[in-house]
């Protein structure tokens, strides 16, 4: 099979707002070639000797992704334009030079993985790819294994780590958490081994559900606590009414601020009086206008909590 490759010559500070538009657009997939060097904790986690030589960080980059052959070119360049056009008001996008271009059907699914390495979060929890064993030395109070496959949630992304730090916060014994957009199923596996009572996870993609459940059961927990269901909670009255109304201590979303706009006006349903709507996946450009939806929602902000260009709330 092949592909068309898409190819953006940008700026290092744009590529947050680029691929969160390129994920907007349904590109699969997203590669960044930049300059960049790595940090001292980059180079521990890689387990190389000898480190490739870089040419010295210019500032640019080149942000590629994916599409299907059959789109029609000049309408996808269009969309990329209108959606350049609209970052230009709050990044420097430098050149802007869209190439496209087919592309074999490459291993790019999998070829990231040599990458995934075990690192930690929250200071307390060590995330680790099944593929990967425990480093020496390395100790934690919990540790979670994940094959993310083609679902959003690894835990390094910025994103998945204000939401773990959200839960590590609200978490007890008697917490009862939805997970929205559950992807690879990180959180509702990170909530359960935090102590929480149960959770459950929901999603539109069933290749993301399927791999949740695996995950659940690559961590040894019991798929009665953790539940991970098909479907959409925006669109499907059914569906919510099978989640349950007003029966979660903490509901977790960390998709795109596009989506947890529209999910503010729901989410509110779900919890129990005093509940914690923590909503991550938010590029810092569109922090007021999911602040604004919160509180048209009648939710009451307690925390903003940033970690690069993203942005996640806890709200009540």
């Not at 960049?36 to 521990?44: F, G, Q, R, Y």
Request: charged share 30%.
């Amino acid at each position: 099979m092949k592909w068309r490759r898409v190819s953006l010559k940008t700026t290092t500070e744009a590529v947050d707002f680029i691929s969160n538009l390129f994920d907007e657009l349904g590109f699969e997939g997203i590669q960044i070639e930049d300059h960049i060097p790595l940090t001292e904790e980059e180079k521990m986690k890689m387990y190389i000797d000898i480190l490739p030589e870089m040419e010295e960080d210019d500032g640019t980059c080149v942000i590629s992704s994916y599409v299907e052959m059959d789109l029609d070119v000049e309408q996808l360049k269009q969309s990329i334009e209108e959606g350049l056009d609209e970052l230009a008001l709050f990044v420097e996008l430098g050149e802007r030079k869209l190439e496209f271009e087919v592309t074999d059907d490459e291993d790019w699914i999998n070829n990231w993985k040599a990458f995934f390495k075990p690192f930690r979060v929250a200071d307390s929890i060590l995330i680790k790819p099944t593929w990967e064993e425990i480093p020496d030395g390395e100790e934690a109070d919990i540790v979670v294994e994940i094959d993310p496959g083609t679902a959003f949630g690894t835990g390094s992304h910025e994103t998945t780590k204000l939401c773990i730090e959200g839960l590590k916060k609200y978490v007890d014994s008697d917490t009862k958490v939805l997970d929205v957009g559950c992807g690879s199923g990180i959180l509702s596996i990170i909530a359960v081994k935090l102590g929480a009572k149960s959770a459950c996870g929901t999603d539109i993609d069933p290749i993301a559900v399927q791999v949740a459940r695996e995950n659940v059961q690559v961590n040894q927990l019991d798929q009665q606590q953790i539940v991970i269901k098909e479907g959409n909670l925006l669109t499907d009255s059914q569906f919510c009414e099978s989640i349950g109304y007003e029966k979660y201590d903490i509901v977790a979303a960390n998709i795109l601020a596009d989506v947890i706009i529209p999910l503010s006006e729901i989410a509110g349903k779900f919890l129990k009086p005093g509940g914690v709507f923590i909503s991550s996946g938010i590029i810092n450009m569109k922090k007021e206008e999911v602040k604004r939806a919160l509180l048209k929602n009648g939710f009451e902000i307690v925390e903003t909590n940033e970690q690069g260009d993203w942005v996640s709330f806890v709200a009540k």
